[in-house]
């Protein structure tokens, strides 16, 4: 729906009084005139708009039925008018009327003065007191505007429009304290539009309705399948103790954790555990020797606890141990975030109470402490330092829920999945879609009919393991192509890299949504760009 922009307009027409108390009923009795008017108006949206109207009309009325005389006289009055106009046809557009219509209908209504003059020459009444004297008069007025575009600037119409006049320039009314006057005209409007240079198309006339061979690429196999598990847990150990107790208050749900992070890694029998790396950390608030008592028991008990669960050999662990993560604390820091565990990990699970909003003084003296983290000193004496920043408190605050976060274990574990069939592939794509290579996942889509719901979902479930591979976001991208999901397609496109067969993908997308000329040839799309 579009506005109409700054307009003028120029109109001709008849007008019939309805003054001196003539009754409705005598309508087609009431004295014929003409007048003009000239307008400027403007829409500021859709339906809505302004108009100014300067208006001339010379007026005839016949005496009312009383007078002794029968005589027909005239008048002239000039009014300036300010209308609010409302668009009609915008408001019906999409239900009633076309798209872009040529016809449109406004209504208007508008408040003025008027000023009426030239008829103290003919007698109005003789037996009724009346004033001759010419007044500047206010008045109201409403109507409709009907027009038909002859073009992108003009157009011709008719208006149609009653006015009412504050009744006091003759006071022959018998006490009607209103006259009125219904006007009718003709003309003609010039809108100020811009030219629109609209884009040559050859384009959505003529899309590709079917789709050609696509350039699939069957991606190389594995020779040998390690995948990787990545942890963190949040073991709680009583004060100094390094004994993992399996009941102590996180303790059931953290281990519960780590034990569904090597289950997944074995849920095939045939799978071999190659590693698993623990990184054990404290956090700075004993004496750095403790610390590294801590930091390497709680680690080694980890590594004992899942010994004794799963059977592993000792051989298959290495662990490190940091006896004070002071680089994590630096990080929530400068970081302002919520509690960060290490690195890229953050405390992330749900059903633990979230950290509090942290305080105006620690964020006040985040500087300070960022200073005294990065000091090259001896850690206890650090510690010591940062005590007294900003009075304490932003250390105790620190204590009680940052420096949990920073008592954690990180794991790594590296399993070896064998090569498995197409049978087993269509399975394992849905539920354990990790132990699959590309190449297997490939087979497992070549397996079904091409454009088929499972073929569809192995090159996009592909992609999804696989985000940054650009053969697998382009095998996605054919896929959706295939079922007609152009918007997909383009968005695996744009990891799909620059290689030929990614830029024909991108010529066919462009053949099917008919933006480019095109042909086939030899069942390949060839398109043609706009200077050839």
């Not at 006289?73 to 009633?96: E, I, P, Q």
């Not at 109005?124 to 505007?145: D, E, F, K, Q």
């Not at 069939?421 to 190449?439: C, W």
């Amino acid at each position: 729906m579009l506005k109409d922009p700054f307009y003028l307009q120029l109109y001709l027409g008849v007008n019939k009084s309805a003054n001196e108390n003539l009754p409705w009923t005598e309508f087609s009795s009431y004295p014929w005139s003409g007048g003009l008017f000239i307008s400027a108006g403007q829409e500021f949206n859709k339906l809505w708009g302004w108009r100014v109207a300067l208006r001339f009309n010379h007026n005839k009325s016949r005496n009312v039925q009383a007078c002794e005389s029968k005589d027909t006289w005239g008048w002239n009055n000039t009014g300036l008018f300010a209308d609010v106009t409302f668009d009609v046809s915008d408001l019906l557009r999409n239900k009633l009327i076309a798209k872009r219509p040529l016809f449109n209908l406004k209504a208007f209504a508008g408040v003025g003065m008027a000023y009426t003059y030239h008829f103290d020459q003919v007698p109005l009444s003789y037996t009724h007191p009346y004033s001759r004297s010419s007044r500047l008069l206010p008045a109201v007025r409403t109507g409709l505007t009907a027009s038909f575009k002859l073009t992108d600037n003009w157009r011709i119409g008719t208006e149609l429009s009653h006015t009412l006049f504050e009744d006091h320039f003759n006071g022959v009314a018998y006490n009607t304290p209103l006259d009125s006057r219904t006007n009718l005209k003709v003309g003609v409007t010039y809108l100020f539009a811009k030219k629109v240079r609209t884009k040559r198309s050859v384009l959505r006339l003529n899309r590709l309705r079917e789709c050609p061979l696509l350039p699939l690429i069957i991606p190389d196999p594995e020779d040998i399948k390690i995948r990787q598990i990545e942890g963190h847990a949040f073991l709680d150990f009583p004060v100094n103790e390094t004994v993992i107790y399996p009941n102590y208050r996180k303790n059931p749900e953290e281990l519960a954790r780590i034990h569904h992070s090597v289950d997944s890694a074995q849920f095939d029998r045939s799978i071999v555990i190659k590693r698993i790396s623990l990184h054990g950390y404290a956090s700075p608030e004993s004496p750095y020797s403790n610390n590294i008592r801590l930091a390497k028991g709680r680690t080694e008990e980890l590594k004992q606890h899942l010994i004794s669960k799963y059977h592993f050999d000792s051989s298959v662990f290495s662990t490190e141990y940091t006896p004070e993560d002071w680089g994590n604390l630096r990080s929530f820091l400068q970081e302002n975030r919520e509690r960060k565990v290490k690195d890229s990990y953050w405390y992330d699970n749900p059903a633990y109470t979230e950290m509090p909003e942290t305080p105006d003084y620690v964020i006040n003296n985040r500087d300070e402490l960022i200073r005294v983290i990065d000091m090259d000193m001896d850690p206890d004496a650090k510690e010591e330092v940062l005590k007294k920043v900003g009075g304490g408190e932003p250390y105790r605050w620190l204590l009680k829920h940052v420096y949990p976060g920073l008592r954690h274990t990180d794991y790594i574990i590296e399993y070896e999945v064998k090569a498995y069939p197409v049978k087993d592939g269509r399975k394992l794509i849905y539920t354990h879609p990790e132990a699959l290579s590309m190449n297997e996942m490939f087979l497992v889509a070549q397996s079904y009919e091409e454009g088929a719901d499972g073929w569809r979902d192995a090159l996009l479930i592909a992609a999804h393991q696989y985000p940054d591979d650009e053969t697998a976001n382009l095998n996605a991208a054919c896929a959706c192509v295939k079922t007609y999901r152009l918007v997909d397609a383009k968005k695996y496109l744009k990891k799909a890299g620059n290689s030929q067969q990614a830029k024909y993908v991108n010529d066919v997308i462009r053949a099917m949504e008919g933006s480019v000329k095109w042909k086939l040839e030899n069942g390949r799309v060839i398109v043609f760009e706009e200077n050839e």
